[in-house]
């Protein structure tokens, strides 16, 4: 009789359990909860106050406070010079010369390459180098390609990914020590869709994640330049990603990735249009929540080169936490 009663008042407390246990969906939206002093220092609601203590102090310069100033109000700013061009003219020639090699690159990768459009596809460098140099030129010159990681294989793109200058600036406006992730070499204008780098990217806490595009030369407003909507990044999240960074462009169904460009698209009517018309060697920074894309390109013989880098402090990029299946 004692063993019996054990056994049901075990199920008892098992049934208590189950009963007061959280469903999967709720332990997980708690796992990616937020709060306000969770964010970089320059998205909090005391960003301006915050700010002016640093700058009274003198822990930062009169440009660095109309920088960060900039960046609370419009999420990004422009530094002039901020590349040498003894390192981007070396750059654009190490890339030039991928095209005549002699020998392939092990691990290197030119993306969305070919003749036309619907030919396109990624390559590596050794597919590229066995065809003839004709047929090379003709797909270096007619798709929109891209190559990620130059720094990699590129001793002046490295000492551009590693520059002190933009990682002690892209520490000072996240507000943690920050590194140089990811970078994309752009030779053609981009004609991307307009959206939020974090939509892309796993990151929490939130927001801490900044892009820094380099003009590698001359920017032509004809080339179809990198478009922006300043104010756009104080925006919250699109809706359809209610479980981020679980739930973002990389893990969303083809309805919700469409939904997400309607709604960013509709979002930017909001805000003013700008067209970052560069000169070579600026830099634009800009905050991870900013709407931003791909202008028109009026004249596709007009190159648009730059060099894209993504800083983010340790810890917070989770794409190895995230479920799939992804899109790429």
């Known amino acids: 009789m004692n063993l019996l009663n054990s056994i049901k008042s075990a199920q008892h ?23 306000p002093q969770d964010l970089p220092w320059l998205d909090r609601p005391n960003a301006k106050k915050l700010l002016d203590a ?30 040498d061009q003894n390192l981007l003219n070396p750059m654009i020639a190490d890339l030039d010369n991928l095209w005549y090699a002699d020998k392939p690159i092990p ?4 993306h969305n390459l070919g ?10 460098h050794a597919e590229v180098l066995d065809l003839d140099q004709s047929v090379r030129e003709q797909m270096r010159d007619n798709s929109n390609w891209r190559i990620h990681e130059l720094y990699k294989i590129s001793e002046n ?11 002690n600036l892209a520490s000072l406006v996240l ?25 892309v990217f796993h990151i929490f806490p939130v927001n801490y994640l900044l892009g820094v595009w380099i003009a590698a030369e001359d920017i032509s407003p004809d080339s179809g330049p990198l478009v922006f909507y300043p104010g756009s990044h104080k925006e919250k999240m699109y809706e359809g990603f209610d479980n981020y960074p679980q739930t973002n462009l ?7 990735f469409h939904t997400y460009l309607d709604s960013v698209n509709q979002v930017a009517e909001k805000y003013e249009r700008k067209e970052f018309i560069a000169k070579k060697g600026q830099a634009l920074f ?43």
């Not at 407390?13 to 709060?35: D, F, G, T, V, Y």
């Not at 793109?157 to 990682?167: K, V």
């Not at 204008?189 to 939020?196: A, D, K, N």
């Open 13 to 35: 407390r098992l049934k208590q359990l189950l009963s007061n246990s959280e469903p999967a969906q709720a332990i997980e939206e708690k796992k990616w909860a937020i709060q």
């Open 54 to 83: 640093k700058y009274k102090s003198k822990e930062i310069s009169s440009q660095e406070y109309e920088w960060l100033g900039q960046w609370i109000d419009e999420g990004y700013f422009v530094v002039d010079d901020a590349i």
């Open 157 to 167: 793109a490295r000492q551009i990914f590693y520059s002190p200058t933009l990682t």
């Open 107 to 110: 691990g290197v990768i030119i």
């Open 175 to 199: 507000g943690k020590e920050s590194q140089p992730k990811y970078s994309i070499s752009f030779h053609w204008g981009s004609g991307q869709f307009l959206h939020q780098d974090m939509a």
């Open 115 to 124: 003749l036309d459009k619907d030919s396109c596809r990624d390559y590596t």
């Open 286 to 328: 800009w905050h991870g929540m900013l709407i931003h894309g791909g202008g028109w390109i009026k004249n596709p013989s007009l190159t648009r080169r730059s060099f894209v880098i993504h800083y983010t402090p340790e810890g917070v990029d989770r794409a190895t936490e995230v479920e799939g299946p992804f899109n790429w």
């Open 250 to 256: 990389r893990t969303a169904n083809k309805e919700t």
